[in-house]
């Protein structure tokens, strides 16, 4: 249900295609802070492809939520159908074009001051004979060698998305926090040029770099397959429209942003090549419960436990998790190999995991416990393992590690600083597991071996990640940086720009 706030919120969460509606990792970590600050009031913008008329609330939304408002970004607003300010509307479009090339955020700034000055709807900007004259300008500069038709559909989706989002009615507040770039950056930018408020941005994934692979991989955007990610291979394709235009929404969000965050150091490196400012930028993880996951009791079984944690899907590689099994069979078999996760999700592949177990011969040591709560088994496993191919950053490793379970974990997302430490660790505490590389089974085993054969190196690691979860990873001071953040953005005065957290606490 559209219910806007009758009253000015402390904090407006900008949010594309997420809470309250999707369930999942994001939403969870929206839910997590709006409910753990029941003091500080929210407004939600939620951003969907169209009204379908049916929003399920995947969560119990809490009573500081006054309220939320929808923006459709296949519903354009009409506009004028004549605009007598040529020589203006003319500098609101080309001011668009330039943005587009550019992401500069005073190119954005002109575009979209001049857009609602105007009153500009898709009838001028889409529909009309000015608009026609305004693709075909681009167009020429820009893909002339293309094809026009896949040139003017990509055209109108994109222009289209940032004119619903320049054109939506933005509630105040006191404080933005948008959790992607995109189109919810184009709100946060817009939230720091129209009403001079702080801005916060939290990336769990880089947005461009996401859009980067899916727009690399789509084949009904061009026929020709493309070698790499890279922006320099897709020159003059089609498809190099949609980077550009996903970069400058990028670009426009960090210059707006008062504080850039991101869950780990490795999406920094993608923040900053796509125009953040390093002044700005900072990690702050997700977290975890570590009172109630440092409470499992240990209850050591005879033979030493590895337990993998996580669905039986293709992204999470159990096929090289079963493969490094069977290597270390071959040095020892005294161990329990525990696959525990849901098997349901993809049983064709289930299925050819347990056909690879019968083969290899290791069904006496590999055994698959399906769904279960996690905190039952933690206490039983020596050493857990991540096989994926990709991650973010895996709560699971934290939840063994505050328990004192060391991991061998792919090279993906978090797990290295996760493991090893941040570079900012300071005293640095050592070793909390061993980094593999991703679907390399032989250097898994070798990691494993040197775990369970040896408990004092288990145990050193254990007690190493475990210190690092209590410094680093404990959900209360990840909630409490959070709540700085609120609380230094509300109170601030129009006009602010700056950190909004201590700079004890900058990455």
């Not at 692979?213 to 922006?231: G, H, R, S, V």
């Not at 190099?240 to 960090?254: D, H, N, P, R, V």
């Not at 096929?319 to 849901?342: C, D, Q, Y």
Request: proline content about 5%; some cysteine; aromatic content about 10%.
């Amino acid at each position: 249900m559209n219910s806007p706030a009758t009253r000015e919120a402390d904090i407006c969460l900008l949010l594309e295609g997420t809470y309250p509606y999707v369930a999942g990792g994001v939403s969870s970590w929206v839910h997590d802070i709006v409910s753990a600050m029941p003091d500080i009031t929210f407004e939600i913008v939620a951003i969907l492809a169209q009204n379908t008329g049916e929003f399920v609330h995947k969560y119990k939304v809490p009573d500081n939520v006054i309220g939320i408002r929808h923006l459709y970004l296949h519903e354009l607003p009409d506009g004028r159908n004549f605009i007598w300010q040529k020589r203006k509307l003319r500098d609101t479009t080309r001011a668009l074009l330039n943005f587009l090339n550019s992401g500069d955020i005073n190119d954005f700034t002109t575009f979209t001051r001049g857009v609602n000055g105007l009153n500009i709807g898709k009838d001028i900007l889409l529909n009309s004979h000015f608009g026609w004259e305004f693709l075909k300008t681009f167009y020429a500069e820009n893909f002339s060698s293309t094809s026009f038709l896949d040139f003017f559909w990509s055209w109108r989706i994109l222009v289209g998305g940032i004119l619903a989002t320049t054109r939506f009615k933005l509630p105040k507040a006191r404080c933005y926090h948008a959790v992607s770039t995109g189109y919810a950056g184009v709100l946060a930018a817009r939230a720091k040029i129209e009403y001079q408020r702080p801005v916060v941005l939290t990336e769990h994934g880089i947005y461009t770099n996401e859009r980067r692979i899916e727009i690399a991989m789509a084949d009904w955007l061009y026929q020709n397959p493309i070698p790499d990610y890279d922006i320099k291979s897709l020159e003059k394709d089609i498809r190099s429209l949609w980077l550009k235009g996903f970069s400058a929404l990028s670009k426009a969000c960090y210059a707006a942003c008062d504080e850039i965050i991101t869950l780990y150091e490795g999406n920094q490196v993608l923040q900053l090549r796509d125009g953040a400012a390093p002044e700005k930028v900072r990690v702050i993880p997700n977290g975890i419960d570590y009172d109630k996951y440092s409470a499992v009791a240990r209850d050591r079984q005879e033979k030493p436990v590895i337990g993998l944690i996580g669905r039986v899907v293709p992204i999470k590689d159990i096929k090289s998790f079963i493969r490094a099994i069977h290597m270390l069979t071959r040095e020892t078999r005294n161990f329990e190999a525990l696959i525990l996760g849901p098997t349901d999700e993809d049983e064709t592949y289930f299925e050819e995991c347990q056909e690879m177990v019968e083969h290899l011969g290791i069904k006496d040591v590999v055994i698959f416990g399906g769904r279960v709560n996690i905190a039952d088994y933690l206490g039983k496993i020596d050493v857990l393992v991540l096989s994926s191919v990709s991650e973010a950053q895996p709560l699971v490793i934290l939840e063994g590690g505050a328990a004192g379970i060391p991991t061998v974990a792919t090279d993906v997302g978090a797990c290295r600083e996760m493991l090893y430490g941040r570079s900012d660790e300071n005293p640095p505490l050592g070793q909390g597991g061993i980094v593999v590389p991703v679907a390399n089974p032989s250097e898994m085993a070798k990691a494993l071996a040197q775990i369970i054969t040896s408990p004092s190196t288990r145990d050193g690691f254990g007690e190493t990640i475990r210190k690092r979860v209590a410094a680093q990873y404990n959900k209360k001071s990840v909630l409490g940086l959070y709540d700085e953040i609120y609380k230094t953005g509300r109170d601030a005065p129009d006009g602010y720009n700056g950190p909004l957290i201590r700079s004890e606490g900058k990455n």
